[in-house]
């Protein structure tokens, strides 16, 4: 199964990450994110917003990735990431939707893609507004980390991948030296969010983990480590 993707990309790490925990095999088909790769016609066939990811086998393909998390789900039940019995199933997909409508439906334009892109300089203000919100999300998830540690019952599941693929991204973006300077406050995630530390923490100590790291993240941590 090719996992179309670029590096970096949170929804395409979510299917990752999922592969990985099932045992599923893959093969991520990179590609440079350019609007002749995402919206070619080719690719269009295989997810019609032009985004990815998408899986592609010789039979089947897909878009979407709470969908294609539940697509793996349904064809490789084992250790299994939407639930074992039904109202685990409907919290768990409460969480995913939720994120994803609400949460970070706020973090990719107002606070991620501005500083991708290299506009936050010039927005100021949207993105310190975008970054008032996204605290305000991160202290009510910081509050619903269950008992556990795990975002819903006592192991990992789809609703840590989802929102962990998308507030690394953040905080990662948020830090970098040159957007310091805006005090969007996510240098002190870790005594702001305690419990969502220890949930980072958990994730990036999955056994699984390391193997989805962005391999473009790595690149840019080690010639960063090289250059100090
Ligand atoms: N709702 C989609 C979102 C996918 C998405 O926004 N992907 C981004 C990369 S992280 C993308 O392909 N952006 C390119 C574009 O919009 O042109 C999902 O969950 O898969």
């Not at 990179?30 to 039979?59: C, H, W």
């Not at 039904?86 to 991620?112: A, H, M």
Request: with cysteine; net charge negative.
């Amino acid at each position: 199964m090719k996992i179309h993707m670029f590096s970096g990309s949170g929804f395409a790490w979510r299917i990752q990450l999922a592969c990985e925990l099932k045992g599923i095999p893959y093969d991520p088909a990179y590609m440079q994110p350019t609007p002749e790769n995402l919206k070619s016609e080719a690719f269009l066939k295989l997810s019609p917003r032009g985004k990815v990811p998408a899986i592609e086998t010789d039979e089947y393909s897909l878009s979407e990735s709470l969908a294609i998390m539940a697509y793996l789900e349904a064809k490789h039940p084992e250790r299994p990431l939407f639930g074992s019995w039904p109202e685990e199933t409907g919290r768990i997909w409460q969480k995913c939707l939720d994120f994803d409508l609400y949460v970070s439906s706020n973090f990719i334009p107002n606070l991620i893609a501005p500083i991708v892109q290299g506009r936050a300089a010039n927005e100021v203000d949207a993105v310190r507004k975008g970054a008032e919100t996204a605290h305000e999300e991160l202290a009510k998830l910081n509050d619903s980390v269950s008992a556990s540690g795990w975002m819903v019952g006592d192991k990992v599941t789809a609703a840590d991948i989802t929102l962990y693929t998308m507030i690394e991204p953040v905080i990662r973006f948020a830090t970098k030296p040159e957007i310091l300077s805006l005090g969007l406050g996510f240098d002190g995630f870790a005594s702001r969010y305690p419990k969502l530390q220890v949930w980072r923490e958990k994730v990036q100590s999955l056994p699984e983990y390391d193997a989805t790291y962005p391999t473009y993240w790595r690149e840019v941590d080690e010639q960063l480590a090289a250059a100090s």
